[in-house]
């Protein structure tokens, strides 16, 4: 039968070539045993907390690691704002860009800056060493207001 549809059958081909997803880690887990950055989280607060993130791991996964109150209430999914964060200047000019789904998020998030990211989205790189992740004054949780997932 396939071979009266061979359009189907290319189609489906082509689909299976063209279609992927990253790797995932273990939900929520950092790489065992590499190598790590210092990172900066300013609190609400103003304090800043020092930490040292796993190179490859989101920085929503480093705050929840760290019990840093971060939210990420789709739970990296790219459907909210609640894991938005803050970057100096300096630092969001090397971040790769954002994508187009980040930004339709991005424009709902409480406190927008110009160098306004989603944590979810961020990945620690060595070239992150040192940098100040600020954490805005609230977030815009349509979700569950006052849920905060804790890491699986």
Request: with cysteine; net charge negative; proline share 6%.
């Amino acid at each position: 039968m396939l071979g009266r549809l061979p359009a189907v059958g290319r189609v489906l081909a082509s689909a299976r070539r063209t279609f992927h997803s990253s790797i995932a880690l273990h939900h929520g887990a950092a790489p065992v045993g590499g190598p790590t950055v210092p990172i900066n989280f300013r609190l609400k607060d103003g304090s800043i907390k020092q930490v040292a993130a796993a190179v490859g791991t989101s920085i929503l996964d480093v705050a929840h690691a760290f019990e840093i109150d971060l939210e990420g209430a789709c739970e990296s999914s790219l459907a909210c704002s609640t894991c938005h964060v803050i970057f100096e200047e300096p630092v969001f000019d090397e971040l790769p860009e954002a994508c187009e789904d980040e930004e339709d998020m991005l424009d709902m998030a409480f406190g927008l800056t110009a160098t306004s990211r989603l944590g979810c989205q961020v990945m620690v790189t060595e070239e992150l060493a040192d940098a100040i992740v600020t954490l805005p004054a609230a977030t815009r949780n349509f979700y569950v207001d006052g849920h905060v997932p804790k890491p699986h």
